[in-house]
T-cell receptor, first 111, second 118 residues
Framework: AQTVTQSQPEMSVQEAETVTLSCTYD???????LFWYKQPPSRQMILVIR??????QNATENRFSVNFQKAAKSFSLKISDSQLGDTAMYFC????????FGKGTRLHILP | NAGVTQTPKFRILKIGQSMTLQCTQD?????MYWYRQDPGMGLKLIYY???????DKGEVPNGYNVSRSTTEDFPLRLELAAPSQTSVYFC?????????????????FGNGTRLTVT
């Protein structure tokens, strides 16, 4: 069975600091995609970043970057220069046709 | 371009009632999904569909049924509602072609339906 584990239920960092959210997953597949989604209090699901498992280069999107270690089945999200608007739940997800999600990390950015 | 539209936004059901959550997308996506999110938790996959006429179970399918008669619509049916089905339900869609192509899209989500069963 495919599983996703986010080991940090909650984190707090000061504004402008860098924070890393962890995610590990388990699958027997070799072709899949990985995602980080953000869910602010509005409940809307917003794509933060996407990584294709066949690409060795780590994805970046402005202040957001990932550290993808395929052999270790690890997919962490780094947020640089954190902003108050980054406060949200962050979900790691992966799959191909069937996409499954982790339980999330609640991130608080403190002023 | 409305994206993924879910109706209703809120609903209260009594135990044993049934209802259908509607989901429609106008992006010509071939894949559609239903997830539920319990308070403070992640999203659990209920059912998904890779195209019209094809559906498959996800992680938590019991108590639900789906159909996919058109590319655009993917309704979720709750029969005999139970308090354990109190949750926020999200519909999502995506386009998947061949692996290793740039036109595969990520999941696009609707705004969710908050369902309470009492």
């Amino acid at each position: 069975a495919q599983t996703v584990t986010q080991s940090q239920p909650e984190m707090s960092v000061q504004e402008a600091e860098t924070v890393t959210l962890s995610c590990t997953y388990d699958t027997s597949e070799s072709n899949y995609y990985l995602f980080w989604y953000k869910q602010p209090p509005s409940r809307q699901m917003i794509l933060v970043i996407r990584q294709e498992a066949y690409k060795q280069q780590n994805a970046t999107e402005n202040r957001f970057s990932v550290n993808f270690q395929k052999a270790a089945k690890s997919f962490s999200l780094k947020i640089s220069d954190s902003q108050l608007g980054d406060t949200a739940m962050y979900f790691c997800a992966f799959g191909n046709d069937k996409i499954i999600f982790g339980k999330g990390t609640r991130l608080h950015i403190l002023p | 371009n409305a994206g993924v539209t879910q109706t209703p936004k809120f609903r209260i059901l009594k135990i044993g009632q049934s209802m259908t959550l509607q989901c429609t997308q106008d992006m010509n996506h071939n894949y559609m999904y239903w997830y539920r999110q319990d308070p403070g938790m992640g999203l659990k996959l209920i059912y998904y569909s890779v195209g019209a006429g094809i559906t498959d179970k996800g992680e938590v399918p019991n108590g639900y049924n789906v159909s996919r008669s058109t590319t655009e619509d993917f309704p979720l049916r709750l029969e005999l509602a139970a308090p354990s089905q109190t949750s926020v339900y999200f519909c999502a869609s995506s386009y998947w072609g061949a692996y290793r192509t740039d036109y595969n899209s990520p999941l696009h989500f609707g705004n969710g339906t908050r369902l309470t069963v009492t």
